[in-house]
């Protein structure tokens, strides 16, 4: 199983903070744009961790069993 968090606006749009799906060996823009499809993710901005490191890269990421995906809105600091 692959787990994936939503934070924020994210979360806001999918209507859920995560789901699970099964794993298939795929890569994460494979994912990535399955969710783009089931939420219309297009105009939104956000950063992809995994496992707790963001991916600056996420087109030669190939997922693992168990990775924890997080979608993370932009960052504001003060």
Not at 1 to 6: E, F, L, R, T, W
Not at 31 to 53: H, P
């Amino acid at each position: 199983m692959i787990a994936v968090k939503y934070f924020g606006m994210i979360a806001e749009k999918t209507k859920t903070e995560g789901e699970e799906f099964s794993f298939s060996g795929m890569q994460l823009v494979d994912l990535l744009s399955t969710l783009e499809q089931k939420y219309q993710l297009g105009q939104l901005s956000f950063s992809v961790a995994i496992n707790q490191k963001i991916v600056q890269d996420t087109a030669d990421y190939k997922l693992k069993s168990n990775d924890i995906i997080a979608l993370l809105p932009p960052f504001a600091g003060g």
